[in-house]
């Protein structure tokens, strides 16, 4: 096996046991491999291996590695996203994770309408933690930008999305992986036509573990996979 291949192996070892720890089904956690700043041969290397989702934070990185690679792989784009970017991403992606205001949920609405024809699959992304130098709504608002991006026919919310402070204990990151839980569990309730809470993007190659014992069903996992960029 390459290193990739066992990397990913073990990488799919922890998410069991996180999983059994957490008395969650396997296969209600998918990982995203994320190749960010890698070469498009390793996600070749990576879907030999078996893996078919994979993560870009860059829209220009992202369409030239989808149009690099032949295997039937997933692409999420898991990094910000300017409104002007979102006309590159139609036929290309399958998720967008970032969506964290109405103006961008209108352009994609309105891309995959002229585009695609069929919506595009959205998670809301939460600042749990309230950084600065993070993107995202606030857990204050965001009912009510789900109800306004409900309105939009060619956009299909999926869930949340986060990314909690950065801690060298995964242990520090647990409150804000249960925060956006919690907050999904309160939009879950309040019934809103159109919005789904099935998916909670959360975790990454230091915290993955502690995310999918909070509810994560995407954990995004570059380092760990491909090593250091």
């Given at each position: 096996?390459?290193?990739?291949?066992?990397?990913?192996?073990?990488?799919?070892?922890?998410?069991?046991?996180?999983?059994?720890?957490?008395?969650?089904?396997?296969?209600?956690?998918?990982?995203?491999?994320?190749?960010?700043?890698?070469?498009?041969?390793?996600?070749?290397?990576?879907?030999?291996?078996?893996?078919?989702?994979?993560?870009?934070?860059?829209?220009?990185?992202?369409?030239?590695?989808?149009?690099?690679?032949?295997?039937?792989?997933?692409?999420?784009?898991?990094?910000?996203?300017?409104?002007?970017?979102?006309?590159?991403?139609?036929?290309?992606?399958?998720?967008?994770?970032?969506?964290?205001?109405?103006?961008?949920?209108?352009?994609?609405?309105?891309?995959?309408?002229?585009?695609?024809?069929?919506?595009?699959?959205?998670?809301?992304?939460?600042?749990?933690?309230?950084?600065?130098?993070?993107?995202?709504t606030t857990t204050a608002d965001a009912v009510e930008l789900l109800r306004n991006i409900a309105r939009l026919p060619f956009v299909k919310v999926r869930g949340l999305m986060t990314m909690p402070p950065f801690f060298d204990d995964p242990e520090a990151a647990r409150p804000y992986f249960r925060e956006l839980c919690l907050l999904a569990n309160r939009i879950r309730s309040e019934a809103i036509a159109g919005v789904e809470m099935d998916e909670l993007s959360m975790g990454m190659s230091g915290d993955f573990e502690v995310a999918i014992e909070e509810g994560a069903t995407l954990v995004r996992v570059g380092t760990a996979i491909f090593g250091e960029r």
């Open positions: 096996m390459s290193m990739i291949a066992d990397n990913l192996a073990a990488i799919q070892a922890r998410i069991n046991r996180a999983c059994g720890i957490s008395g969650r089904q396997t296969a209600s956690v998918r990982l995203v491999a994320v190749s960010k700043l890698h070469p498009a041969s390793v996600v070749t290397e990576a879907a030999a291996a078996g893996q078919i989702l994979f993560g870009e934070n860059y829209v220009q990185e992202l369409t030239d590695k989808a149009h690099q690679i032949t295997e039937p792989v997933q692409w999420h784009l898991i990094g910000h996203l300017q409104s002007n970017k979102v006309k590159y991403l139609p036929g290309i992606v399958t998720m967008i994770h970032t969506v964290d205001r109405l103006s961008l949920a209108q352009e994609i609405n309105r891309q995959w309408r002229d585009k695609q024809g069929a919506p595009c699959e959205i998670l809301v992304q939460v600042n749990v933690s309230g950084e600065t130098s993070k993107s995202g």
